[in-house]
């Protein structure tokens, strides 16, 4: 079974808006993290944000922040004031519970973000 | 200077030949991976090693080995390349988790390997 959805394969947003990628997880375990991270089109991969499942706060770092429901088992990155640099590639990773000692990201299929001016 | 580097960044290389990326770190971190990324999906994890002397596999080793010839260092090798190992290999680090690290995983910049 796929752990990590993520149903949005492209997304655009209109400069200097606020724009929300989705991401639901599938786990039975009580401790597990969730990450963010983007790809722009140069191919690295840049961590931008985690969330513990014990963090009562939900994670901000700059204008991105991550609205956590846990009940709902969804992670969405929200990023405010797009910019031009926001166009790339967005992952979700959740560690893997599951793993005993492994504590591996498992990723979702990621989400296309296109920025216009 | 990055934490993370990879060697080399793009490598194009013919089927059965033997190939090895090299991944260095300055982070201190103990924990180092290999992942690959095929077009259009996410990261697979190849093998992971938590010290020196702790090498495991992960989802799809098959086809690969690796070696951990130091804290910093860890080398991916593909004894014969075949075509379906074309992909982008990311090294990743991270540290031993625990109450000042959340063990967030830092990716090098990657190695876009080609196989004919």
């Known amino acids: 079974a796929q752990k990590i959805t993520q149903t949005q394969p492209g997304m655009f947003v209109q400069e200097k808006e606020a724009v929300t990628l989705d991401c639901t997880y599938d786990?039975?375990?009580?401790?597990?993290?969730l990450f963010w991270y983007k790809q722009p089109s140069s191919g690295e991969m840049i961590f931008l944000i985690y969330q513990g499942s014990y963090d009562e706060q939900n994670a901000t770092e700059g204008r991105y922040s991550l609205n956590f429901q846990k009940a709902r088992k969804s992670a969405n990155l929200v990023i405010s004031a797009s910019q031009l640099g926001d166009s790339a590639m967005y992952f979700c990773?959740?560690?893997?519970?599951?793993?005993?000692?492994?504590?591996?990201?498992?990723f979702g299929s990621g989400t296309q973000l296109t920025v216009l001016p | 200077d990055a934490d993370v580097t990879q060697t080399p960044r793009n490598r194009i290389t013919k089927t059965g030949k033997r190939i090895m990326l090299e991944c260095s770190q300055t982070k201190g971190h103990d924990r180092m991976y290999w992942y690959r990324q095929d077009p259009g999906l996410g990261l697979r994890l190849i093998y992971y090693s938590f010290d020196v002397k702790d090498i495991n596999k992960g989802e799809i080793s098959d086809g690969y080995s690796v070696s951990r010839q130091a804290q910093a260092k860890f080398s991916l090798s593909l004894e014969s390349a075949i075509p379906n190992q074309t992909a982008l290999y990311f090294c990743a680090t991270s540290a031993h988790p625990g109450l000042a690290s959340t063990d967030t995983q830092y990716f090098g910049p990657g190695t876009r390997l080609t196989v004919l």
């Open positions: 786990t039975s375990d009580q401790s597990y993290g």
């Open positions: 990773a959740m560690r893997d519970p599951a793993g005993g000692s492994a504590r591996q990201l498992t």
